[in-house]
């Protein structure tokens, strides 16, 4: 009897869980007809916005899993003083309020910032340019690569690093051939969760790179400024529904690569 209560509680949670995420996401497209949704990819605006938000995201996704493989290797293989510090750190941006990010971004990087003469100096510019969306979006997208590498890399098998080792594979051989491959689930998870994050950024951009058609506005930074106009919530919804279609199939691609099927937990419980 008391299986019977729990498990259609547990339904009933299950189906409320389900309706109330699902049926945000169908209102968006309830409100957009299939001309307006194309049209919208055919103004000025909204096309470069979409075009400059592909463009930051794929360059800051390039940043994070060239720097941030070989990082969370190295976290997940050794054991070191101050290591749970590190992993505290790399993880710190997860929870931090995108408005703290931008002005933390800011205070580093910016103008007047501690680094600011630094990178004044190199001839580099930040603040009000498209380096400063990608320095925005490494910056708030990296933790979720991060932590999810350094899990699927926990998860290998040492025998297998060290079956690489004794056939006579170097250090970087035995990353490549045998760790990169083995944990390319995770990997691949995180890849979509780090670049979901970044094509849905908005407070650090906006506080550190401002919103300049053409040059730092990006889609979510486009979707405000449509709501914030008369008349404008149809603009927004459609691009909204672009961002949307665009998020579900980074989830299908992560799915058909198997990367859902990675036993983080097991990754984890080896941290």
Excluded: C
């Amino acid at each position: 009897m008391r299986r019977s209560w729990f498990a259609g509680v547990a339904f009933v949670a299950a189906l409320a869980t389900v309706a109330f995420l699902l049926v945000p996401v169908i209102a968006v497209f309830a409100n957009v007809s299939p001309s307006r949704l194309v049209g919208a990819l055919g103004e000025e605006a909204s096309r470069e916005a979409l075009l400059l938000s592909l463009k930051t995201t794929l360059i800051a996704l390039a940043i994070v899993v060239v720097v941030g493989t070989p990082a969370a290797y190295l976290l997940a293989a050794r054991d070191f003083p101050g290591r749970s510090v590190v992993l505290t750190i790399i993880e710190l941006p997860l929870v931090m309020p995108p408005a703290v990010a931008g002005i933390a971004l800011l205070a580093a990087f910016g103008p007047k910032g501690i680094l600011g003469g630094w990178v004044s100096d190199a001839g580099i510019e930040l603040v009000f340019q498209t380096a400063g969306v990608v320095v925005a979006l490494v910056f708030v997208s990296a933790p979720f690569y991060l932590r999810q590498a350094v899990a699927a890399f926990a998860a290998v098998d040492g025998r297998l690093l060290e079956a690489a080792r004794t056939l006579g594979a170097g250090p970087f051989r035995a990353f490549a051939t045998v760790a990169v491959p083995s944990a390319r689930g995770g990997l691949a998870s995180g890849v979509a969760l780090s670049w979901g994050r970044a094509l849905g950024e908005f407070g650090a951009t906006l506080l550190f790179a401002g919103s300049l058609q053409g040059v730092t506005r990006t889609a979510p930074l486009a979707i405000f400024s449509d709501f914030a106009e008369p008349g404008g919530f149809v603009a927004a919804l459609a691009l909204s529904a672009v961002l949307i279609l665009v998020s579900a199939a980074l989830l299908l691609g992560v799915k058909s690569l198997g990367g859902d099927r990675v036993d983080v937990d097991e990754g984890a419980a080896r941290l």
